[in-house]
């Protein structure tokens, strides 16, 4: 048996069940004569005989019959499964695996995921909190989260946030022991809590003010993984911190942080979500897109006009 035998099989179990070529035909969408043609063709592969035609009726014969019987429950699973497929796609189930750094997990991604299982229960989520560059597709994510400028090609993506930016802060303890930096140069004589990345690299601290930008070459006593570390160390006074402004918003409100510089620190565009062109969407992967347009991108505290955009800390 080749492959193509399944539609003729079909075939044959339609004509079999409704004991005539034209109903079966008007069933399957076909002429008679292509049906007819198409059951010859079964029978010559098959080397038997599973009709008996005559001018007025059509039968099964022994063969035939005995091929139906165990025909008929195969084709009937085949049609559920098919069916069962085709309502997974349109209803939103199954699980929805997504890669994100922290910082977004933290800004954007969790307040669209809330909202997001609500409205579909059925949907289970799986977050990776990764801040290096992973490949999505080989490691089975249905979509990732990043930068604009740090996404291939041949991904499709939709903005997740509004702009973003970042902040230069220090506790007020630190300020008072420490003196407080006026322009970028300052800081090359303060304790700068700096970021490494998981490949390696140091988060560098890239300050821009109408255009001109001022890369400083700071340097301290800790390094870091993680911007709410970051932000800890900074509220124990360690060090001044540069983190994303949504990090430390509340705690700039509160007084326990100062911000600091802030004319150079402008805003950039924000996070997108991105995945594989392709033109079956998984539905959660769908489902999830439709919130995250109707959002609209969640601006966190802070934001305005986009400029450049920076490596993602």
Do not use: K
């Not at 010859?40 to 022994?62: C, D, F």
């Not at 009937?76 to 922290?102: F, H, K």
């Not at 932000?231 to 540069?242: E, F, I």
């Amino acid at each position: 048996m080749v492959r193509d035998d399944l539609s003729d099989l079909a075939a044959f179990a339609a004509v079999a069940r409704h004991r005539s070529f034209r109903r079966a035909a008007a069933e399957l969408g076909l002429s008679p004569s292509a049906l007819s043609h198409a059951l010859r063709g079964l029978e010559e592969r098959m080397g038997v005989r599973l009709l008996n035609r005559t001018t007025r009726s059509v039968a099964p014969t022994e063969a035939g019959a005995a091929l139906l019987l165990r025909l008929a429950p195969a084709l009937d699973a085949i049609a559920a499964a098919v069916d069962a497929a085709i309502a997974a796609a349109s209803r939103p189930a199954g699980t929805l695996r997504l890669n994100a750094p922290r910082s977004a997990c933290r800004l954007v991604l969790m307040p669209l995921l809330a909202r997001f299982l609500t409205l579909y229960p059925e949907v289970r989520a799986e977050v990776a909190s990764d801040d290096a560059l992973t490949d999505i597709v080989g490691e089975g994510f249905d979509a990732g989260v990043r930068f604009g400028e740090r996404l291939a090609l041949d991904m499709v993506a939709v903005p997740l946030s509004g702009p973003q930016r970042f902040a230069v802060v220090a506790a007020p303890a630190y300020l008072a022991s420490r003196g407080t930096p006026q322009a970028p140069g300052d800081l090359t004589g303060h304790a700068c809590l700096r970021q490494r990345f998981p490949g390696g690299s140091l988060f560098p601290w890239e300050l821009e003010r109408d255009g001109v930008a001022a890369a400083v070459a700071v340097d301290g006593p800790l390094i870091l993984g993680d911007q709410e570390l970051i932000r800890l160390a900074a509220l124990d006074g360690l060090g001044l911190g540069l983190v994303f402004e949504g990090y430390v918003a509340d705690d700039i409100a509160a007084g326990r942080l100062v911000r600091l510089l802030a004319p150079w620190c402008p805003p950039f565009p924000g996070f997108h979500l991105y995945y594989p062109g392709r033109r079956q969407v998984p539905a959660p992967l769908r489902a999830f897109l439709d919130v995250v347009r109707e959002a609209g991108g969640l601006v966190p505290p802070g934001s305005g006009q986009a400029a450049s955009s920076p490596a993602c800390p």
